[in-house]
C-alpha cells in the first residue's frame, strides 16, 4: 500500500504540482503544506466512516456500577479508541429499538462512558498507519489532502482547484465506503424465494 509521502505526492499531483516530496522530513513548501494537513485528513475520514481496517472490538472495563442518577455503570474509555461507535445490543442490525444508549464524559483519569449494559462491550475506530489503508481510502485521502493544500502549493489556487478536489473527494469517498460496506456481510440478506413467497 502507498506510503505517507506517497500519498502526499497523489495530492501534489492532483493540483498539477509536478515538483514531488521525498522525505517526510523535507523543508519544502510542498511537503510542510502537506505535514500541515494530513492528521487532520486522516482523522477526518476515519470518523467520517466505520472502515473494516480500522475497527476493533473490545469488553469495556468497569470502573463503577450506580455511578450517578442516570446511569447503571460506567467504564473506562479504551486507551486506543479514536472514535467510539457504540455499545453492542446482543442484535447485529441494530434498529432505533435495539440500539443501547450511553454517554461519553470525563472524570479525573480520564474519559468515561455511561450506560445502562451490564458487562459492556463496544466497537469502535482506531488509529492505523498506512499499512492498513486500502488503495480506495488512500486516493479519497490524497483528493481531501489536495483540496486543504491548493491555496499554499498553487500561489493561492488561482484556477480554484480547491472545489474540484473536494468534489472528486466526495466522489471518491462515496466509492471507497461502498467497497468497504461491500467487504461487511453483517447485513441479514433474505433470499430471493423467501421474498418471493411472501409476494
Same mark, same amino acid.
Given at each position: 500500500?502507498?506510503?505517507?509521502? $506517497? ?12 515538483? =514531488?516530496?521525498?522525505?517526510?522530513? /523535507? ?42 442518577? /442516570? ?31 450511553? $454517554? ?25 498507519? $498506512? ?40 466522489? /471518491? ?9 461491500? =467487504?461487511?456481510?453483517?447485513? /441479514?440478506?433474505?433470499?430471493? $424465494? ?6
Amino acid at each position: 500500500m502507498a506510503t505517507k509521502v $506517497e500519498i502526499w505526492n497523489m495530492a501534489l499531483s492532483h493540483l498539477g504540482v509536478s515538483k =514531488e516530496v521525498a522525505s517526510v522530513t /523535507e523543508r519544502s513548501k510542498e511537503a510542510e503544506a502537506c505535514n500541515r494537513f494530513y492528521d487532520s485528513c486522516v482523522a477526518a475520514l476515519l470518523t467520517d466512516h466505520s472502515w473494516p481496517f480500522a475497527t476493533k472490538y473490545a469488553t469495556l472495563a468497569l470502573i463503577e456500577a450506580s455511578p450517578n442518577d /442516570e446511569w447503571g455503570y460506567s467504564y473506562r474509555y479504551p486507551t486506543d479508541c479514536f472514535f467510539f461507535r457504540k455499545i453492542l445490543s446482543g442484535t447485529r442490525n441494530d434498529t432505533l429499538a435495539t440500539k443501547v444508549a450511553y $454517554e461519553v464524559a470525563q472524570d479525573d483519569s480520564g474519559r468515561v462512558i455511561f450506560t445502562d449494559a451490564a458487562d459492556a462491550e463496544c466497537k469502535y475506530t482506531v488509529i492505523t498507519d $498506512e499499512s492498513y489503508f486500502t488503495a480506495d481510502f488512500n486516493l479519497a485521502l490524497s483528493f481531501r489532502l489536495a483540496y486543504y493544500i491548493a491555496a499554499r502549493v498553487t500561489a493561492g489556487d488561482p484556477f480554484k482547484l480547491g472545489p474540484q478536489m473536494m468534489q472528486k473527494y466526495q466522489f /471518491e469517498l462515496s466509492r471507497s465506503t461502498s467497497n468497504a460496506f461491500n =467487504e461487511d456481510q453483517s447485513v /441479514e440478506i433474505q433470499d430471493t $424465494e423467501s421474498i418471493q413467497a411472501r409476494n
